[in-house]
């Protein structure tokens, strides 16, 4: 197989992988949080683009997620969440 084919499959897949991710880390935060339906978390967590709270959190974890250990789950969730809580205080 083509090494630029195997490697862009590669790629497709660690994206996927990552994507599902970050909405499973998503769930958890708005369940931990109890972050209700709707837009008005946007202008904080959001890049501008997204239509609700459960988009701009996404957003807000992607640009979070690379800054814990990607084999300590618990502890990444623990410190989203931490995050996550403090950023709705500021507001």
């Known amino acids: 197989m083509n090494p ?3 490697r862009a499959m590669q790629d497709a897949v660690n994206i996927h992988k990552q994507r599902r ?3 499973k880390l998503v769930d958890h935060l708005i369940t931990i949080l109890r972050i209700p ?3 008005h978390l946007v202008p904080f967590f959001g890049n501008g ?3 609700d709270n459960r988009q701009a959190l996404a957003s807000w974890v992607e640009k979070h997620i690379n800054e814990i ?3 300590e789950a618990e502890q990444r969730l623990r410190l989203l969440a931490n995050g996550a809580a403090q950023a709705l205080q500021e507001q």
């Open 21 to 23: 991710q970050i909405a």
């Open 4 to 6: 630029n084919l195997e």
């Open 37 to 39: 339906d709707g837009s």
């Open 69 to 71: 250990d990607p084999n």
């Open 49 to 51: 683009y997204e239509r």
